[in-house]
């Protein structure tokens, strides 16, 4: 028998190894000790939806095997039920194999969903079909083939059944093959008018459907990104895409509006919460996937707050001092050394309570009295002056301008709760 002993460098203290029948208990324990964690009533209270997709991410990539086992949409809904997610969210190939897709066996697949949201206290508050992974996409659903045109359309049509049957609000379009690896095979223009005729067929079954169910149509919600998988991607932001609802190919533009997503708008440089404002403007945040990662990297789908929290409390004052409040998908991907376990019992619950944490702080921005007298005086200006004498208008607003600087510090006093006395005595 061959005995394997650990090297022991004897500059390292000796710890104590922990058993893997111990480690869970240990993850758990920890994550109490860490305290601060929300109800799940108190969870519930705020629209945030978890994607099926999120949670039985295996953690494989390009480059990397998959970590955890599959998991289906019972276990995951009774998951988010556990935690206080009220709200679920689906592909339709998430859940439907895609040969079932249309058949009577989706339809018994959806009868088992509907009991399994039920049965644990949660509403389907999205629906979005998959027409990027399969290889009858590999030129994207508007390729040059009819045939491929056409059954891009059947699953346009067939995900809004599908979500008018399990009562969604929502509708999340995510034309990531729209592109191309190498140019010059296709004309971007035409491409575009054939992606416009999916989204128009979907807004017509939409209208109908929703007549004969006796519901309002959906919200149908253009999702972003800027680099993947494509090389070269047709409508790569946000703003792409107000500028295509609004281009005259859609019959229905009214009904068509946006999820952008908080990773993706990052990821091509953008200052997120001014690509929110110009979708705001618009009247088209519709839907928010929520996550975090880093500028100019690929789509690394961090868990809210996790990078950028200072960026995600303005974020949110913003989004909050004008009236959205969801839905917040928790858009994300649990890291590969996250277990099945701890999907549920660390990266759910803590993911939904930093974002609760963090909406709660925002409403503290809106009511600070620093930064209310702050901006007042911002705006009220420093009094009447000549305004064709450019360095009186100057002179006559300096010293308010300060204030700009003061408003960033007391931001940042209230991320880490210093005006409600947190102050380090040293
Ligand atoms: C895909 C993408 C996500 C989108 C999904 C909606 S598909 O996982 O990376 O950002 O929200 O279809
Ligand atoms: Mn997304
Ligand atoms: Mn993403």
Redesign the pocket.
């Known amino acids: 028998m061959v005995v394997r002993v650990r090297y022991h460098d004897p500059l390292d203290p000796i710890m104590n190894p922990i058993p893997p029948s111990a480690q869970a208990s240990l993850v758990e324990r920890l994550t109490s000790a860490c305290g601060g964690s929300y109800s799940p009533e108190v969870r519930r209270r705020y629209f945030i939806s978890g994607p099926q ?1 999120a949670a039985a991410y295996e953690g494989q990539a390009l480059f990397h095997a998959p970590t955890r086992e599959p998991v289906g949409f019972e276990r995951v809904i009774e998951e988010y039920g556990k935690i206080g997610i009220a709200h679920w969210a689906t ?1 339709d190939s998430d859940v439907i194999p895609t040969e079932a897709l249309g058949t009577d066996r989706q339809w018994e697949i959806v009868s088992r969903i509907k009991s399994a949201l039920a049965n644990n206290g949660l509403a389907c508050s999205m629906v ?1 079909a ?1 027409t ?1 992974h399969h290889a009858v996409f590999a030129a994207s659903p508007a390729a040059e083939s009819p045939e491929v045109r056409e059954y891009g359309k059947f699953r346009l049509r067939n995900n809004i059944a599908i979500g008018h049957e399990l009562g969604a609000q929502y509708a ?1 379009y ?1 034309p ?1 093959s729209l592109g191309y690896q190498i140019q010059g095979a296709i004309d971007e223009t035409q491409t575009l008018r054939w992606f416009a005729e999916g989204l128009n067929a979907a807004c017509e079954a939409d209208i109908e459907i929703a007549a004969r169910h006796g519901r309002p149509t959906l919200k149908h919600c253009m ?1 972003a ?1 800027p680099f993947e998988p494509q090389a070269e991607i047709l409508l790569p932001t946000s703003d792409a895409m107000l500028a295509f609802i609004n281009s005259g190919l859609l019959k229905h533009p009214e009904m068509v509006g946006l ?1 952008p ?1 908080y990773l ?1 708008e990052l990821m091509w440089g953008a200052a997120v919460r001014a690509a929110l404002a110009r979708a705001l403007l618009c009247g088209k945040l519709f839907h928010f ?1 929520i996550n975090d990662g880093y500028r100019l990297k690929h ?1 690394v ?1 961090i868990a809210v707050g996790l990078v950028n929290p200072l960026d995600w409390l303005n974020v949110l004052v913003l989004l909050r001092s004008h009236g959205f409040s969801g839905p917040f998908n928790l ?1 994300y991907k649990p890291p590969r050394t996250t277990s099945n376990h701890g999907v549920f019992a660390v990266s759910f619950p803590t993911a939904v309570d930093r974002f609760i944490t963090l909406w709660e702080m925002a409403g503290d921005v809106i009511e600070d009295p620093v930064i209310k007298e702050a901006t007042d005086a911002l705006k009220a200006g420093g009094g009447p002056v000549d305004t064709l004498d450019a360095a009186a208008v100057f002179r006559a607003n300096k010293e308010l301008l300060s204030l700009h600087e003061l408003i960033a510090h007391r931001l940042f006093q209230i991320l880490i709760g210093a005006h409600r006395g947190r102050h380090y005595n040293i």
Request: hydrophobic share 25%.
């Open positions: 997709w592909h979005t998959e990027f999340v995510w990531g999702e990104k999820n997503e993706h996937d789509d789908d858009d």
